[in-house]
């Protein structure tokens, strides 16, 4: 069972900051994808952005593309979501996943971390 672990979520104003990651100490992450989803209340989980290990391609869908960042670090086996510019819309809990057979992942998840976004 890969183990993921999030952390970084917190309350910010609109137009503010924070930093996600995902920690695993699974030795595959490296042939993994790390995906970021999120889920706001009363809606489906939906996701955000991507990593694929392997050669490092992100992909990262259109209401946060030039706002959030997805980086990795290799040494650490922790993935990143850099957010950036928030929005009150980008409230959600977010939830990090891996999986091997590429972008977005669903085969492992995290327990979500809570990010909110005050006007």
């Known amino acids: 069972e890969v183990q993921l672990v999030e952390s970084g979520g917190g309350l910010v104003q609109a137009g503010g900051s924070l930093r996600l990651s995902c920690a695993t100490s699974e030795p595959s992450f490296e042939n993994y994808a790390i995906g970021w989803y999120r889920q706001a209340p009363g809606k489906a989980r939906e996701p955000v952005s991507c990593?694929?290990?392997?050669?490092?391609?992100?992909t990262s869908v259109d209401s946060v593309k030039g706002r959030f960042t997805i980086s990795s670090d290799r040494a650490k086996n922790t993935v990143y979501l850099q957010m950036n510019s928030l929005k009150p819309e980008d409230t959600a809990v977010y939830f990090c996943?891996?999986?091997?057979?590429?972008?977005?992942?669903?085969?492992?998840w995290g327990q979500g971390t809570q990010v909110t976004v005050s006007s």
């Open positions: 996943a891996a999986g091997p057979w590429g972008c977005y992942p669903t085969s492992y």
């Open positions: 990593i694929n290990m392997s050669d490092g391609h992100t």
